[in-house]
């Protein structure tokens, strides 16, 4: 029993040690400190996303206090993050969120890392009416249940991949080729992230008139595209689009290589989490795959604290010995945003805050950032980065980048 | 049903396609071999197959990382997860050996989740692939392929069931394998190490699965949760092959995934999975059914 109850008290004070390492880095005597709270997935299948999430969170924390902080009436406020490790799981995450608003008083709260995860949070945050600025979630069905709490800095998911298609309808127009000729095949794994993609694209088909040849659901424990790729290479579409995660990604790469599948324009997600371009991994077979991103340290976006997105991306990579993904950057601009709501707002206060978050008008590193009247961020488009000698060059919106897309992809 | 069409205009593409299903059976084989094997020489449904087939491909991932060519470490993968199985066998399946059905598949489920997350910890989530060198062969003006690593899969299929059945039948370690499938008290009281038997037994269904595993990170690809794909499949083949048939596993490996990509192309991807699975539940009852009838006519 003595033992036990030791035990505990060692492991209780290792606990409170360890949060309290977390939550209050070094700071001066005379200044106080606004507490931000986030549950993220430290362990788990999101393991490697959501740590690249927390270094975002971290790396704002610590230049906005390097900077000065926040002075709200003249006192100077600190802003610190207290963790939880939602160990990835959505039930995990939606208790921790209870808990860091009832126990430990977080007025204010940063999402975590993934739509699932976003979406369990959510409603525990509108329920306390905490305000949460989130980075991860992308999911269009967290934007249609009228939340007032949640804001989203990123692009949602059925914008994904949109931009390929107003790409091969240019490409199209400039070959002197009718667009409304352009046959598509969609390969779209069946979970709500790649469904809403397929939203987003379908309705952009429709528009443009394009015809749809190959709608394939892939299910989510699938692990050979060989029946839906055999399809592509009869019907020969003139643009597939394929999102499922980074498995998906994956076994595109792999077998339209192995299966000589010809098509004159790939454009896929998550190329950057399945590391499409490792050549160890996959040879050169992703060289002229589009592949969608939130973001890249080569766009010509600028904003105060970070400078431009290359300057971030060089503070980023000095601390932390690698290139920011995008994870990471639209976490720290989720930070931005609280500290310009507070700023405004000269308040901590939720309400007080929401109000400011709401009028957010703000140029970022990360892009420009204005919200929706359901929260998301509506000023900042996707972009589309082409493989071009095993390196990512960003080829569309146009107006954001200077690449050039080449066209047809290699070996089609 | 425009898919059916395709396939009647172009039957080089019908063929592909069977082709394809048979080539990813072969790897489909070899995990159900093992499954065989551990269900009938030790009456346990081993969970745990579908991790051991993606450990197998982290052994061929960490082996390359070593700098030894991928196509080396297929004879070495089998080595690392053969100790693997023994290693397992000696900390928690000795113990539920002769316990009934339901306390083992209790236990190699636990190991399941317990091989998912450590692979988790080790290697992370990401999903990982190892690029084997061999090329994919062309015929008839494309029309046809072959991609190399997969008929190398067929060959060491053969090869493993032709070592088995031989193993299994003249030396002296399959006689006892045999023994104790058959009669595992009697075996005991004739001299067998029916616990050695036992070790050896499963310790070689994760060597077997190590093999699969290594040809699976070579042509598709893997990662801490895509284990239970490979334990469906090879529980679905031996229901239909049966236990101790070794040519039988082949056929319905190949057979499976055949029909899987069959599916696959006329239903749409979202059905490939499901219809596996409705398959097994067809087979399982059509077999009931079959044997309700020959009980009644041994009435």
Same mark, same amino acid.
């Not at chain 1, 590391?275 to 991103?293: P, R, S, Y």
């Not at chain 2, 990170?217 to 949760?225: K, R, S």
């Given at each position: 029993m003595s033992v036990i109850s030791k035990s505990l008290t060692v492991f209780a004070a290792g606990a409170t040690a360890a949060a309290?390492?977390?939550?209050?880095?070094? $700071?001066?005597?005379?200044?106080?400190?606004?507490?931000?709270?986030?549950?993220?997935?430290?362990?788990?299948?999101?393991?490697?996303?959501?740590?690249?999430?927390?270094?975002?969170y971290d790396l704002a924390v610590k230049r906005v206090n390097e900077m000065g902080g926040i002075m709200i009436g003249g006192k100077k406020f600190m802003i610190a993050v207290k963790y939880y490790d939602d160990e990835s799981t959505p039930a995990r995450g939606a208790q921790l969120a209870e808990r860091l608003i009832v126990q430990d008083g977080i007025k204010l709260m940063l999402g975590p890392y993934s739509s699932g995860l976003t979406k369990a949070i959510a409603p525990i945050t509108e329920k306390h009416n905490i305000p949460m600025v989130e980075g991860n979630g992308a999911s269009r069905s967290l934007f249609t249940q009228g939340y007032k709490n949640l804001f989203a800095v990123l692009s949602t998911s059925e914008q994904y991949l949109t931009e390929a298609?107003?790409?091969?309808?240019?490409?199209?127009?400039?070959?002197?080729?009718?667009?409304?000729?352009?046959?598509?095949?969609?390969?779209?794994?069946?979970?709500?992230?790649?469904?809403?993609?397929?939203?987003?694209?379908?309705?952009? $088909?429709?528009?443009?008139?394009?015809?749809?040849?190959?709608?394939?659901?892939?299910?989510?424990?699938?692990?050979?595209?060989?029946?839906?790729?055999?399809?592509?290479?009869?019907?020969?579409?003139?643009?597939?689009?394929?999102?499922?995660?980074?498995?998906?990604?994956?076994?595109?790469?792999?077998?339209?290589?192995?299966?000589?599948?010809?098509?004159?324009?790939?454009?896929?997600?998550?190329?950057?989490?399945?590391?499409?371009?490792?050549?160890?991994?996959?040879?050169?077979?992703?060289?002229?795959?589009?592949?969608?991103?939130?973001?890249?340290?080569s766009m010509a976006y600028e904003g105060e604290w970070f400078g431009t997105a290359a300057e971030y991306t060089a503070t980023f990579e000095a601390e932390y010995g690698y290139v920011p993904p995008y994870?990471?950057?639209e976490s720290t601009a989720a930070v931005l945003v609280f500290v310009d709501a507070i700023r405004r707002a000269q308040s901590a206060d939720p309400d007080k805050v929401r109000a400011a978050l709401v009028a957010t008008d703000l140029n970022t590193f990360y892009g420009d950032i204005r919200f929706s009247s359901v929260g998301n961020n509506v000023a900042k488009p996707m972009i589309l980065r082409q493989i071009q000698n095993g390196k990512y060059v960003p080829v569309a919106p146009s107006q954001f980048v200077d690449g050039e897309m080449i066209f047809p992809r290699p070996g089609s | 049903m425009d898919n059916i069409q395709i396939l009647i205009d172009a039957p080089s593409l019908a063929l592909q396609l069977a082709i394809d299903g048979i080539l990813i059976g072969a790897i489909l084989a070899l995990a159900a071999f093992g499954m065989a094997l551990v269900w009938g020489v030790m009456n346990i449904i081993n969970i745990a197959q579908g991790e051991f087939v993606i450990m197998g491909g982290y052994a061929t991932l960490t082996l390359t990382g070593l700098g030894i060519p991928p196509l080396l470490t297929l004879p070495l993968a089998p080595v690392v997860m053969f100790v693997v199985g023994w290693i397992i066998y000696r900390i928690v399946i000795f113990r539920v050996v002769d316990r009934d059905l339901f306390i083992s598949i209790l236990a190699t489920f636990g190991i399941s989740i317990l091989l998912q997350q450590l692979i988790n910890q080790i290697y992370g989530p990401d999903i990982q692939a190892v690029q084997s060198g061999l090329t994919t062969r062309f015929f008839f003006d494309d029309a046809l392929r072959l991609p190399e690593i997969?008929?190398?899969?067929?060959?060491?299929?053969?090869?493993?069931?032709?070592?088995?059945?031989?193993?299994?039948?003249?030396?002296?370690?399959?006689?006892?394998?045999?023994?104790?499938?058959?009669?595992?008290?009697?075996?005991?009281?004739?001299?067998?190490?029916?616990?050695?038997?036992?070790?050896?037994?499963?310790?070689?269904?994760?060597?077997?699965?190590?093999?699969?595993?290594?040809?699976?990170?070579?042509?598709?690809?893997?990662?801490?949760?895509?284990?239970?794909?490979?334990?469906?499949?090879?529980?679905?083949?031996?229901?239909?092959?049966?236990?101790?048939?070794?040519?039988?596993?082949?056929?319905?490996?190949?057979?499976?995934?055949?029909?899987?990509n069959y599916a696959g192309f006329i239903l749409g991807a979202e059905f490939q999975v499901a219809f596996v699975f409705g398959l097994l539940v067809v087979i399982i009852v059509g077999r009931n059914l079959l044997l309700g009838r020959q009980r009644k006519y041994l009435k």
């Open positions: 309290l390492m977390a939550s209050a880095p070094a $700071i001066a005597q005379d200044t106080e400190t606004i507490v931000l709270g986030a549950a993220l997935s430290i362990t788990g299948k999101y393991a490697t996303a959501g740590i690249h999430t927390q270094k975002g298609i107003a790409l091969a309808v240019k490409q199209a127009i400039k070959e002197g080729r009718d667009p409304k000729t352009l046959k598509v095949a969609l390969a779209m794994e069946n979970d709500p992230f790649s469904q809403d993609v397929r939203l987003g694209l379908v309705e952009d $088909i429709k528009k443009f008139g394009l015809n749809l040849i190959i709608d394939d659901k892939l299910p989510p424990d699938l692990s050979d595209m060989s029946a839906t790729l055999n399809k592509v290479r009869a019907l020969k579409p003139d643009i597939l689009l394929v999102s499922g995660h980074s498995k998906g990604a994956a076994l595109v790469t792999r077998q339209m290589a192995e299966m000589r599948v010809k098509v004159p324009m790939l454009a896929i997600t998550h190329c950057e989490s399945a590391k499409v371009t490792d050549t160890k991994k996959f040879g050169n077979n992703a060289e002229g795959t589009l592949c969608a991103a939130q973001w890249a340290p994870q990471a950057a | 997969r008929m190398l899969a067929v060959g060491i299929v053969i090869v493993f069931g032709l070592g088995l059945a031989v193993f299994l039948k003249s030396t002296r370690m399959g006689r006892a394998i045999r023994a104790t499938s058959q009669n595992p008290r009697a075996a005991r009281i004739m001299g067998v190490d029916t616990d050695k038997v036992y070790a050896t037994t499963y310790a070689l269904n994760a060597a077997i699965c190590g093999a699969a595993g290594s040809l699976i990170v070579m042509t598709l690809v893997i990662g801490p949760f895509s284990g239970i794909v490979y334990t469906v499949r090879s529980f679905l083949i031996v229901i239909v092959a049966g236990l101790g048939n070794i040519p039988a596993v082949i056929v319905a490996a190949f057979g499976l995934g055949a029909a899987e």
